[in-house]
């Protein structure tokens, strides 16, 4: 077996357990080869593999259980029965990133804003020599009020804002859905009501509402039809 | 903060808003209708029921004595209800719009009509409930004798509509999904609107003068009422959002409320459209849209000089709104 087989780059503590399992069985193969397979070796061998390969049941259990197993590299690829749980943490990680990255788009442009409204605001200063008295202090403050919202203003509705701020809202979004889906398994693991059991019940008994509001004029139209039918009939 | 400033902010942090004497008359869920006790004799044949938005409580219409557009209301001898939606939470997740005009709304009007027996009655939209206004007297023109719609979107597209340019961009499908969507991620939004003046500068206005007690007790009403922010029911937030920030639909066409078209050239009542002049929220503009939206041959559009909170809690729109209201009444 290749040297550094597993799933992530050389030396990553986090990869496929069997990919690990197998370079420690190819070590410990080349350790009885050359030890002369006499019967210590041979014992040696048989404890070792004991022990490596003990773990393989519990780690099936583990794809039926949602303990959430140790952060995956984002592009490991997601393998045995841990590899939903895997993906559902990766796509976590994958939409916090994201949510990230929008903020910072939106500091960016934030911070844009503010440098432009100090600008305004120094220029309006140096115009204005007068004492700071507490009323001078509180006019300089609205001064720089109204130079930060006209700057903002100017940045708000600008196209790159909108799109930022499009995308913060996109990735909180996508970020609360994952986790969501994280969790959900928890709650069906310990047999409590899960959010999507509450919206298909929910949506259940918003069904019979409608039906039951919609029985009385279907009853009323039904009613009108028949006294429809009867006057017909004394007509005839 | 001076020791007097943190005293008198300390000292009206329990202040209530809310005035006038109600009754609770109906409800249907989580919403209440109520109606308020006449304070000038007899109170007029034809009722006035008072359509809030879901953002925000109601509360704001009646929030202290000397600012209170329902107790002005009352002054005047109108008969005043009042709709309360409620605080949505997990289980209103799938209610529409569907929901709260044909089923909610329809269910108040319908309780008032039968009480006071008559056949229709006067409404007041206010923001939102002035959408809800509109698409209900279109679907019901018979059951509306007269609309008032104040600080109303209607043309969602104005140049000036930063809400509408954020909103149009928005993945809603993705924000909402299935669940409600946060009334405090809403309030940011809106604070991020003016960001400086409405997080920043009003506290500092505090720190001006001497603290006024009445001064102080207003501004705390108003900053409880901002941050009592109920989340919003997720489907008919999406539908809303879609349906007039996105599409536009008043303007373009196409709404449809319940299978059934609403279409505002069906309006043929008398209006009075009442718009705030300094409106950051709802821009004059795309509530004036509305006189060319309609039908009505009784159509009166009153631009006055205040923002979209002042038109119901300034100074000025005590001594504006009511009165305005009450003759345009009157005279129908």
Redesign the interface.
């Known amino acids: 077996m290749a040297e550094g087989s597993s799933t992530g780059p050389p030396g990553t503590p986090t990869g496929f357990a069997p990919f690990i399992d197998a370079e420690r069985f190819a070590a410990a193969a080349r350790a009885f080869h050359q030890g002369g397979q006499d019967s210590q070796t041979a014992a040696a061998f048989g404890d070792f593999l004991r022990d490596q390969f003990g773990g393989v049941l519990d780690r099936m259990w583990e794809g039926s259980a949602p303990g959430r197993p140790a952060p995956p590299a984002p592009d490991a690829p997601a393998l045995g029965p841990t590899r939903e749980q895997q993906e559902r943490w990766q796509r976590v990680a994958a939409a916090w990133q994201r949510l990230q990255e929008a903020q910072r788009r939106l500091q960016r442009l934030w911070s844009d804003a503010l440098a432009e409204a100090a600008r305004a605001f120094v220029s309006r200063m140096s115009s204005a020599a007068a004492p700071l008295t507490p009323e001078a202090l509180h006019g300089l403050y609205d001064a720089w009020v109204d130079c930060a919202e006209e700057a903002y203003a100017r940045m708000a509705h600008g196209e790159a804002f909108g799109t930022a701020l499009a995308e913060t809202v996109k990735a909180a979004s996508d970020w609360r859905d994952e986790s969501a889906a994280s969790i959900e398994p928890w709650a069906k693991w310990l047999d409590w009501p899960t959010r999507n059991e509450i919206n298909s019940l929910s949506m259940r008994v918003r069904a019979l509402e409608q039906q039951t509001a919609a029985r009385p004029a279907a009853k009323k139209r039904t009613t009108a039809a028949k006294k429809r039918a009867a006057r017909v009939r004394r007509k005839r | 903060m001076s020791a007097a400033l943190y005293a008198a902010l300390s000292a009206a942090r329990h202040c209530a808003p809310g005035c006038s004497e109600k009754d609770e008359v109906w409800r249907s869920g989580k919403l209440r209708l109520y109606r308020y006790r006449s304070i000038s004799g007899l109170p007029s044949a034809v009722p006035l029921l008072i359509v809030y938005a879901l953002v925000n409580r109601p509360y704001m219409m009646d929030l202290e004595p000397e600012r209170s557009l329902i107790r002005g209301l009352l002054s005047r001898g109108l008969d005043v209800y009042l709709v309360d939606w409620g605080y949505p939470d ?2 209103d ?2 209610t529409s719009l569907e929901d709260y005009l044909e ?1 909610q709304l329809a269910g108040c009007v319908e309780e008032i009509l039968k009480a006071r027996g008559v056949a229709a009655l006067n409404l007041l939209g206010v923001c939102q409930g002035g959408v809800f206004s509109l698409c209900f007297a279109a679907l019901h023109p018979e059951r509306v004798r007269n609309l008032i719609t104040m600080v109303t979107p209607v043309d969602f597209h104005t140049s000036a509509d ?1 809400l509408s ?2 909103a ?4 809603v499908e ?2 909402v ?2 669940a409600n969507v946060s009334g405090d991620v809403l309030n940011q939004l809106f604070l ?6 409405l997080s ?2 009003k506290y ?1 206005d505090l720190l ?1 003068g001497e603290p006024d007690r009445a001064r102080i007790e207003n501004f705390m009403r108003v900053e409880r009422w901002i941050y009592d922010s109920p989340d919003q029911a997720g489907a008919a937030f999406r539908e809303f959002v879609v349906w007039f920030y996105q599409q536009n639909r008043f303007v373009r066409g196409g709404l449809e409320i319940g299978g059934r078209g609403v279409d505002l050239r069906n309006l043929e009542l008398p209006i009075l459209n009442l718009i705030g002049a300094r409106d950051h929220l709802v821009p004059p503009a795309s509530s004036a849209a509305l006189r060319g939206l309609v039908r009505s041959s009784d159509f009166t559009t009153l631009e006055l000089d205040l923002g979209h909170i002042g038109m119901y809690v300034s100074a000025r729109a005590q001594r504006q709104v009511p009165a305005a209201i009450g003759e345009w009444l009157a005279a129908r």
């Open positions: 997990g289980a997740r799938f089923g930063l340019k954020w149009r961009k928005i993945d993705a924000w999904g299935q991020a609107l003016m960001p400086f003046r920043h500068q500092v001006r």
